[in-house]
T-cell receptor, first 112, second 112 residues
Framework: GESVGLHLPTLSVQEGDNSIINCAYS??????FIWYKQESGKGPQFIID?????DKRQGQRVTVLLNKTVKHLSLQIAATQPGDSAVYFC???????????FGGGTRLMVKP | DAGVIQSPRHEVTEMGQEVTLRCKPI?????LFWYRQTMMRGLELLIY????????DSGMPEDRFSAKMPNASFSTLKIQPSEPRDSAVYFC??????????FGQGTRLTVV
């Protein structure tokens, strides 16, 4: 089962639908924002990042949107698959330091 | 590369005992991080090293916790004496630079 058993907000989606996971951040001085995926029994895994001077970045099936006006970050997953079921964390960091500060996480559950 | 390797995967110990968690980072990565994950506090950075030198240990809970990195391929996190509230999953991560930290599988510590 899940390594930690966190009581997290949960997003439940149907397989094949698109998923949107949201994150609010607090530090206006952050230089980049990163999304991590944590599957049960494993450590977090890097998905995609975006620098603070960008508002959108696309990867394979994933898109990250950054709205600095309202300090909001989102991760969009296209055509969600059962293998996408995991806990997703946003993190922020600055160029000057090398520390990632993680948000609270969202659990994504994909229904077949 | 086998990725970041942590040992043990699981540790159960009695309150008051010394616990040592071990980590082998990915070869060539200059940064090493120790994180703790709990239900209540999520993912917390405890300490990180750059080129084997501790850079920021402000996340270490108290003097009972200590971390060392004697060389580029090995780090330890020690808790002495351990307490039940130290029960958590401890992750080690390494990175070649900012942003993309590679996490190990974690050590689930239970202090009874």
């Amino acid at each position: 089962g899940e390594s930690v058993g966190l009581h997290l907000p949960t997003l439940s989606v149907q397989e094949g639908d698109n998923s949107i996971i949201n994150c609010a951040y607090s530090n206006s001085a952050s230089d980049y924002f990163i999304w991590y995926k944590q599957e049960s029994g494993k450590g977090p895994q890097f998905i995609i990042d975006i620098r603070s001077n960008m508002d959108k970045r696309q990867g394979q099936r994933v898109t990250v949107l950054l709205n600095k006006t309202v300090k909001h970050l989102s991760l969009q997953i296209a055509a969600t698959q059962p293998g996408d079921s995991a806990v997703y964390f946003c993190a922020e960091a600055q160029d000057a330091g090398n520390m990632l500060t993680f948000g609270g996480g969202t659990r994504l559950m994909v229904k077949p | 590369d086998a990725g970041v390797i942590q040992s043990p995967r699981h540790e159960v110990t009695e309150m008051g005992q010394e616990v040592t968690l071990r980590c082998k980072p990915i070869s060539g990565h200059d940064y090493l991080f120790w994180y703790r994950q709990t239900m209540m506090r999520g993912l917390e950075l405890l300490i990180y090293f750059n080129n084997n030198v501790p850079i920021d240990d402000s996340g270490m809970p108290e003097d009972r916790f200590s971390a060392k990195m004697p060389n580029a391929s090995f780090s330890t996190l020690k808790i002495q004496p351990s307490e039940p509230r130290d029960s958590a999953v401890y992750f080690c991560a390494s990175s070649p630079g900012p942003r993309e930290a590679f996490f190990g599988q974690g050590t689930r510590l239970t202090v009874v």
